[in-house]
């Protein structure tokens, strides 16, 4: 089987199968039920070792059709060991066993696996590649009497169940260094908040982790022993697994953690934080046990923050990786040893400056070099604030920007600008937006320029506390994402239009939108590349600059089964290229269903999947409507015969500040005239209009909040699982004046 995608990596199980099937043709009986789609809920063990081949276990619901595990990243081999099982400590889950093979050549960090059954394609989730051997938790009472003896240089994987302590034991040396990084919010399906705690062989409490600036509530620590023997650690959740049986965040998982032990390196942070694109850095690391010392690493030629904020989609504080250097350093015998844990740095296209040694007031501020600037500086003492003056063209706007919780460093910044001179009103910013500490703010430059003040706004500071500050003048950034395509129901990490089965036969939606930082949304060009075989993509054509570009998906009645990792990208009239950037919440948790880890996709995952016995048309009844009146939208449906099942169809797509209610499809309707009011304010053009379909009825949708867990109607049915979407129509909008 070949795909578009080199970035895919797939292994086909080979399934056997009917004449029927392997002919493309499907007999529906009636009230036969449809093959629905995969969850996937968690990979035990969450982590490989690279350049080795080992077993894992993928759990979760749907999987009795699997085909193939795909791999968002090259170099991993994931073929399916035997058919799928029953979920020994929950008989509504199924289970799928494989093999991973993961090359030499892969890079440290989380991968992100897929299952693709003939009837759909799950949720990704993260596995944890790394240089050590694994070792699995043993299932022992966990209690201090009985920890578990652990090896330095191992990768130890468990779990932690609801109000569970787990105890591991370390015999070390007087002055050995042992660094230990935990891996819960980073690779856990459910909500995880782990503490570390290390008891020496007196049973005193040596070190206790809980947050770190580096990786927020992943612990890390590193330490030197003081005596000789048996050190205890243990492991446990910090809200002690509340969040387990709520099935909207928990989904009945227990919580996992990966825990990296060894003799390596364990900074907690570098200086400079950044450079200009493609240059070589010479950068200072501090904080481990064996002292300070130095790495180069090449920057990388993207700039860094270059998409926007995507992450105000969901509201969070996102876990969301800059550029990462990995702290390389050599041990006593001269080895070169690799720590587990990045460092995080930042590159862009600015002029890149040291602060000097003396400017901790207005008299004696730094006076930077006109125009664009970023300026590598620290809040080295508890209270310091750092004053520079700002030049530019004047009367020109700039935005000044500090780049440091982005970045990992402790510091939570607080920008003061004066303008007008100390003498006028000032501009201050302290966060820059919710969850996010950096500061931001613009000012119009004068012709004797501008002062700014930096400090931390708790008053605190050390040599961890390094910034970037950064003055430009503002530029827009758009970037393209996906929309989730319906409302008012499941969990946002299974969302509709996260992941896109097409049926054979039949069509889907891939909805992007557009955000946009500091402009207007442009024009776009949309198109889409890397499509499975058989698979063809309808772009919608949008004469206007819009916020949502559809893109409907359809594939051949005989189209292969198949997934690929299609590159969505849009072009704006001035020719520059708009990239993709979808990110996706892989914890959820409280409140509102926050999302904790966010992973950012380049590609969005598609496949074609087995027939579906519904389809959906849409026509406006008009080809033109006058802004503030009425039209009607047409909605024909197409049933299997013997199908005769109720439908729920939603509208993602339509005209600028419309909007439009979900529409029920009775089982014994075919056809259903849709009132639907342009609004007043809704801009002239022609805009397109798209519908999708969903196999069930008002009630299920709004009633059973989790459609995908919920069997308890009578027939034992789920509902919601399948969609599918009408071509695209357009609907000319004309002015009211």
């Not at 009775?666 to 009011?677: C, G, K, L, N, Y």
């Amino acid at each position: 089987m070949q795909l578009a995608s080199h970035h895919l990596i797939l292994v086909s199980k080979h399934l056997i199968a009917n004449a029927a099937v392997m002919c493309g043709v499907f007999l529906w009986l009636p009230n036969a039920a449809i093959a629905d789609a995969p969850i996937l809920l968690a990979i035990e063990p969450p982590c490989a070792q690279i350049g080795t081949t080992q077993e894992i276990v993928l759990r979760g619901f749907r999987f009795d059709d699997a085909e193939e595990i795909i791999c968002h990243e090259p170099g991993v081999a994931i073929p399916i060991s035997g058919s799928a099982e029953e979920w020994p400590a929950d008989r509504e889950k199924r289970q799928l066993r494989a093999t991973i093979d993961v090359s030499p050549d892969v890079p440290p960090g989380n991968i992100h696996l897929r299952v693709r059954t003939r009837s759909g394609l799950s949720n990704p989730r993260s596995l944890h590649v790394n240089r050590l051997p694994i070792l699995a938790e043993v299932n022992t009472p966990h209690n201090r009497d009985q920890a578990q003896p652990i090896p330095l240089e191992s990768t130890l994987w468990g779990h932690l169940a609801q109000n569970e302590t787990d105890w591991y034991s370390l015999k070390l040396t007087k002055g050995e260094r042992v660094s230990l990084e935990l891996l819960g919010q980073r690779i856990s399906p459910t909500y995880i908040d782990a503490t570390i705690r290390i008891y020496s062989p007196d049973d005193k409490l040596l070190r206790e982790a809980d947050t770190s600036p580096l990786y927020y509530h992943d612990p890390a620590t590193s330490f030197v022993a003081t005596q000789d023997g048996v050190h205890l650690i243990s492991i446990h959740d910090t809200r002690n697994g509340v969040d387990q049986n709520d099935s909207r965040y928990g989904m009945g998982s227990d919580c996992l953690y990966v825990l990296h032990v060894g003799d390596f390196p364990q900074p907690t942070s570098l200086f400079p934080l950044g450079g200009v694109c493609g240059e070589n850095v010479d950068f200072e690391l501090t904080g481990d046990p064996l002292g300070i010392f130095r790495q180069r690493a090449q920057l990388s030629r993207q700039t860094t923050f270059r998409l926007g904020t995507i992450g105000a989609l969901h509201g969070v504080w996102p876990f969301r990786m800059p550029e990462t250097i990995y702290p390389t350093r050599g041990d006593q015998a001269g080895k070169r040893v690799v720590g587990t844990g990045p460092l995080f740095f930042m590159a862009s296209q600015h002029k890149s400056i040291l602060e000097v040694a003396d400017h901790q007031t207005a008299a004696t501020a730094q006076h930077l070099p006109f125009g664009e600037i970023a300026v590598e500086g620290r809040i080295s003492k508890v209270g310091e604030t750092d004053w520079y003056r700002v030049q530019g063209v004047p009367d020109r706007e700039y935005v000044i920007e500090v780049y440091a919780r982005r970045l990992r460093s402790p510091l939570d910044s607080k920008l003061v600008a004066f303008p007008a001179g100390l003498n006028g009103l000032p501009v201050e910013n302290d966060d820059r937006g919710s969850y996010d500490l950096d500061s931001k703010l613009k000012i119009r430059m004068r012709p004797e320029g501008c002062l700014v003040a930096l400090s931390d706004s708790r008053e605190f500071g050390d040599d961890t506390f390094g910034y970037r500050l950064v003055i430009g003048e503002p530029r827009p950034q758009t970037v393209l994402t996906t929309a989730p395509l319906e409302t008012l129901t499941l969990l946002p990490l299974f969302k509709t239009g996260q992941q896109i089965p097409v049926p054979r036969g039949g069509r889907m939606l891939l909805l992007l939108r557009t955000i946009v930082e500091e402009g207007e949304s442009p024009r776009l060009n949309t198109k889409l590349t890397g499509l499975p075989t058989g698979m063809r993509a309808e772009v919608a054509v949008v004469s206007n600059p819009a916020t949502y570009y559809p893109v409907v998906l359809s594939a051949d009645p005989e189209a292969p089964l198949a997934a690929a990792l299609a590159t969505p990208s849009g072009v704006r009239e001035d020719g520059e290229l708009v990239e993709f950037h979808q990110e996706i919440g892989l914890i959820h948790g409280h409140p509102a269903q926050t999302a904790w880890h966010l992973k950012v996709f380049d590609k969005v995952a598609v496949a074609t999947v087995e027939s579906l016995p519904f389809a959906v048309e849409l026509k406006c009844e008009s080809p033109r409507a006058v802004a503030g009146t009425k039209t009607n939208l047409l909605i024909k449906v197409h049933r299997d015969a013997g199908w005769a099942k109720p439908l729920t169809i939603m509208f993602p797509c339509l005209p600028p500040n419309a909007t439009l209610g979900m529409v029920e499809v009775p089982a014994d309707r075919s056809e259903v005239s849709v009132p639907f009011e342009v609004p007043a304010n809704s801009p002239p053009g022609r805009w397109p209009i798209v519908a999708v379909v969903t196999d069930s009825d008002l009630p299920h949708l709004r009633q059973h909040h989790w459609p995908y867990y919920s069997k308890a109607n009578a027939a034992g049915e789920t509902h919601g699982l399948n969609w599918v979407s009408s071509g695209i129509d357009y609907l000319e909008v004309e002015s009211s004046k």
